[in-house]
C-alpha cells in the first residue's frame, strides 16, 4: 500500500525526504518515521470535531481518574486523546517479526474464565471506572534452530475469547510487540546462574491514540543450574508505577512457591475495581504456609505523581544536572537517556516528564528503546528516550540533541549537548528551584520528594505563565476563549522572564495547554488544577509577607 504522504529514510547521520515507499521496503520504517511529520496545526484542525480531552494525553496516562487532579484544568472524563508519538509503534512489526513464529503453551494452570453474562455484567459494573489490567503474559527468551534465543510469550491471562479476526489480529500484533519491550536486548541471550530482577515500564501507542501502559518484572526463576530468565508483563489502561510495582512483589512471591500461585491472585485482583486516588482497595490472597492475606493497594492522593519515582532522577543527576535537563525540556529538544539497567531508563524518564507539570510533553517518549527501533534516534524531531548504554554508539554520532548518561562510574554526564543548557532559565529562577531543592537529602522517602519536587519545580511556571487566565478574553459567556499572546507576554516585568516565556509559547505543550484553555467552558474558568495551585501559592506568598 502506498502513501501520498512523502516519508522519512535515513542512508546516513542525516535525513531526508523521498516520495513513496519502495517496492520490497521495509514498511515498518516508513510508518514509523511518518508519525514524526504530522503537522500540529492540521492535528488540530482534524480533531475540532472532538471532545477537548481528546487533544491531548499525558505521558502516563490511560484511564485514570483526570477529574481527581491529574494535568487538566477542568477535566471531567478519563479518555484522554493522542499525544505525538510514535503512533503506530506496535501495529506495523510483520516487517519486523517472524509472523509464523509460534510458541507452544506450557503446562500451567488454566485461568479462571467468567461467562459471558458474568464479563458483560462486570464490563457494566466498571463501565466508569477501570480494570487493574487487561492482561499478563509470561515472556521467556526460547532457543531457535539458528542457536539464538528469541523472547516468546509462553503465557496469557486471561485468554480473550468470542473475539472477530481484525481484533485477533491487533491483539497478535500487540503481544508480539511487548516481546520487544520485554526484552529489549533482542535475541542477545544466554542461560544465567545468576540475574537480579529488575521492574520498568514502557507505553505502548495505537494509530488511533489508544494507549496501552507496559509494566514488567524480569527475574531468574528458582533453580539449580543455567536458565533462561523470565519477564511478567501486565498491560494496564491505567498508569501506576508504584502500584504495580507491589503487585509485581507478590507476583515475585508466587513465583518462588510455584507459577500455579500467581494466577489465582491475578484473577482477583482482575476482578477487583481499580480505587480512585487516595483510596485503597484490599485483595483477598492465600499462600501455603502463610494461610490467608489481605493485600492493601493504596493510590497517592496526588494521583499526577503516582507514575514517578524521583529517587531515581535525584540518584543519578545532580540538582544542577537536573535544572540542565528540565531546560532542555520545556524547550522541547531531543534528549536521550543512556544506562545499563532498564528501570533506570523508564524511572528518569517518566520523573523528568512530570516536573512539566502542569504541561505535557506532547511529542515522542520511548523509555527503553528496542534495539530493533535504534533508528528512531534520527528522527528530527523532539524525543525522549532511554537507551541501554551497550547501544551507544549507534547514537553518539548525532548532532543538536542532548545525551545523558546515567550509569554509574560515568566520566562525563553530558555526552554531547548544544551548550546553552545552563542559561535557558531565567537565573532567579533556576537559583530559587535550586534552592528549594535543598530541602532534599540522599536519605529522602518517596513521600519527602513528591512533596519537595512539586514545590520547588511548579512555582516556575506560575512565575512564568500563571498570568494566562488573565490574557483569555471571551465575546460572551457560551463564547470560545482567544489567547491574547502579545499582551500575556508584555505583562512580564522581568526581562529574562519575558525572553524565556517568548520562547516557551511557541512550544506545542504550551500551544494546546492555552488551546484547552480557550475551549472550556467559561464556567470552569479559575476552577482548574493549576489555577487553585496558582491562587494557592499567592495566598502563602500574602501570608508570608505579613509576617515579615
Known amino acids: 500500500m502506498t502513501s501520498n504522504h512523502k516519508t522519512w529514510t535515513f ?29 500540529r496545526r492540521e492535528q488540530r484542525s482534524h480533531e475540532d470535531g472532538s471532545s477537548d480531552l481528546d487533544k491531548r494525553r499525558a505521558f502516563s496516562d490511560g484511564g485514570i481518574d483526570t477529574n481527581k487532579g491529574v494535568f487538566l484544568p477542568g477535566e471531567d472524563s478519563p479518555d484522554m486523546g493522542a499525544m505525538k508519538r510514535i503512533s503506530t509503534l506496535f501495529t506495523s512489526f510483520r516487517g519486523k517479526i517472524n509472523k509464523d513464529r509460534t510458541s507452544k503453551e506450557p503446562e500451567l494452570p488454566a485461568s479462571t474464565e467468567l461467562s459471558p453474562v458474568e464479563e458483560k455484567a462486570k464490563e457494566q459494573r466498571y463501565a466508569s471506572g477501570q480494570f487493574f489490567f487487561e492482561y499478563l503474559v509470561v515472556v521467556r527468551p526460547k532457543k531457535t534452530k539458528d542457536g539464538i534465543y528469541e523472547p516468546q510469550i509462553n503465557y496469557q491471562f486471561p485468554k480473550k ?93 508466587r513465583r518462588k512457591i510455584s507459577m500455579a500461585m500467581i494466577y489465582p491472585f491475578m484473577q482477583s485482583l482482575r476482578e477487583a475495581a481499580f480505587p480512585a486516588p487516595g483510596n485503597t482497595v484490599n485483595i483477598k490472597s492465600f499462600i501455603p504456609e502463610r494461610g490467608t492475606e489481605i493485600i492493601s493497594l493504596t493510590r497517592p492522593t496526588d494521583s499526577w505523581l503516582e507514575h ?32 545499563e539497567e532498564l528501570g533506570t531508563l523508564s524511572q528518569v524518564i517518566h520523573a523528568v516528564a512530570v516536573l512539566l507539570y502542569p504541561f505535557i510533553w506532547q511529542h515522542t517518549l ?150 484547552e484553555m480557550e475551549q472550556r467552558p467559561a464556567s470552569q474558568d479559575g476552577k482548574g488544577i493549576f489555577e487553585r495551585k496558582i491562587a494557592e501559592y499567592h495566598k502563602k506568598m500574602r501570608e508570608k509577607a505579613k509576617k515579615q
Request: charge should be neutral; proline fraction near 4%; glycine fraction near 4%.
Open 366 to 515: 520511548i523509555s527503553i528503546v528496542p534495539e530493533i527501533l535504534i533508528d528512531v534516534v534520527m528522527a528530527p524531531t523532539p524525543y525522549l528516550l532511554g537507551v541501554q548504554k551497550r547501544l551507544a554508539h549507534l547514537i553518539t554520532d548525532q548532532t543538536d540533541l542532548l545525551i545523558v548518561d546515567l550509569s554509574e562510574g560515568r566520566k562525563e554526564t553530558f555526552i554531547k549537548c548544544i551548550g546553552d543548557e545552563d542559561t535557558i532559565l531565567p537565573h532567579k529562577l533556576r537559583d530559587e528551584i535550586k534552592q528549594a531543592l535543598s530541602a532534599k537529602n540522599d536519605k529522602s522517602s518517596l513521600e519527602e520528594l513528591n512533596r519537595v519536587v512539586p514545590e520547588a519545580f511548579l512555582p516556575f511556571f506560575i512565575k512564568t505563565v500563571g498570568h494566562f487566565a488573565k490574557h483569555i478574553t471571551r465575546k460572551g459567556q457560551d463564547k470560545r476563549g482567544e489567547f491574547q499572546q502579545l499582551n500575556f507576554c508584555k505583562a512580564i516585568e522581568s526581562k529574562s522572564t519575558r525572553k524565556f516565556v517568548k520562547k516557551f509559547v511557541q512550544t506545542q505543550m504550551f500551544d494546546l495547554f492555552i488551546q
Open 308 to 339: 514517578v519515582d524521583f529517587r531515581t532522577l535525584f540518584r543519578c543527576l545532580s540538582d544542577d544536572e537536573v535544572l540542565q535537563v528540565f531546560a532542555s525540556t520545556v524547550l522541547e529538544r531531543r534528549i536521550i537517556f543512556i544506562a
Open 11 to 39: 542512508s546516513s547521520m542525516r535525513s531526508k525526504t523521498r516520495p513513496a515507499l519502495d517496492e520490497g521496503e521495509n514498511p515498518f520504517r516508513r510508518r514509523l518515521f511518518s508519525s514524526f511529520r504530522n503537522d
Open 161 to 253: 475469547d468470542g473475539m472477530v479476526r481484525f481484533q485477533k489480529e491487533e491483539e497478535e500484533k500487540t503481544l508480539k510487540a511487548l516481546t520487544l519491550f520485554c526484552f529489549p536486548e533482542g535475541v542477545n541471550w544466554a542461560p544465567l546462574t545468576e540475574y537480579p530482577s529488575e521492574t520498568f515500564s514502557f507505553v505502548l501507542t495505537d494509530v488511533d491514540g489508544t494507549r496501552k501502559n507496559g509494566y514488567c518484572r524480569r527475574l531468574l526463576p528458582d533453580g539449580k543450574g543455567a536458565r533462561l530468565p523470565e519477564a511478567y508483563c501486565i498491560i494496564s489502561n491505567v498508569a501506576c508505577f508504584g502500584l504495580f510495582s507491589k503487585i509485581f512483589d507478590e507476583v515475585e512471591q
